[in-house]
């Protein structure tokens, strides 16, 4: 891969893995609720993802600070500075396109949780799941004017950690 954008990191790395259905009509998941009811356990899971990539990035993203990342804006900080091309050339080294499995699938899935993660505890957000479950979205009230419903607006996590890894987003710097 030449020049690595989000939407070749996406095809190569993520699009095989969606489910067939999804796969055949995306704009229909898209902003389908995949846990309408609520349960309990599936932001559980996703809260879960989050602190256990909080604990790990570190190590994994070679942060040089054992410190685990904390769920405020300047953990997002941290995570964004380690998001640098040699960090993420490294994961997929350490991987194949497609592999749920590996290095780079992981990092990018668990950090958009943690992003989440980020914004539910610290602004009020709450989690939207879709299918597949790193697509889930965290919804924040608008900031519309208080005669108007309030309409929520979703976050998409997963696409912010990709774009992110995209080689015109990178800085130059590291």
């Given at each position: 891969?030449?020049?690595p954008?989000a ?9 095989p893995?969606?489910p067939p259905d999804?796969r055949?009509?995306p704009?229909r ?20 993802a989050?602190?256990?990539?909080a ?6 993203l070679?942060?040089g600070?054992?410190?685990p990342l904390?769920f405020t804006a300047?953990?997002v900080a941290?995570l ?13 080294a ?7 499995e590996g290095?780079?699938?992981n990092a990018?899935?668990h ?7 980020v914004i539910v505890r610290?602004?009020?957000?709450a989690w939207?799941a ?25 976050v998409?996590p ?8 995209d080689d015109r987003?990178?800085?130059p710097?590291?």
């Open positions: 891969m030449d020049t954008t939407q070749s990191l996406f095809e190569q790395h993520f699009w893995l969606y999804v055949a009509d704009s998941y898209r902003d389908e609720d995949a846990n309408p009811a609520r349960n309990p356990s599936i932001n559980a899971h996703l809260a879960e989050a602190e256990l990539f604990q790990n990035a570190p190590r994994l070679s942060m600070s054992s410190e904390p300047d953990g941290r964004s500075h380690a998001l640098d091309r040699a960090t993420r050339d490294r994961l997929i350490q991987s194949k396109p497609a592999d749920p290095a780079f699938f990018v899935v950090a958009a949780m943690y992003v989440g993660e610290a602004h009020g957000g939207s879709r299918r597949p479950l790193w697509e889930s979205v965290v919804t924040l009230p608008s900031d519309s004017p208080a005669d108007r419903p309030s309409t929520p607006r979703g998409p997963f696409h912010w950690v990709l774009k992110h890894l987003g990178i800085l710097f590291s």
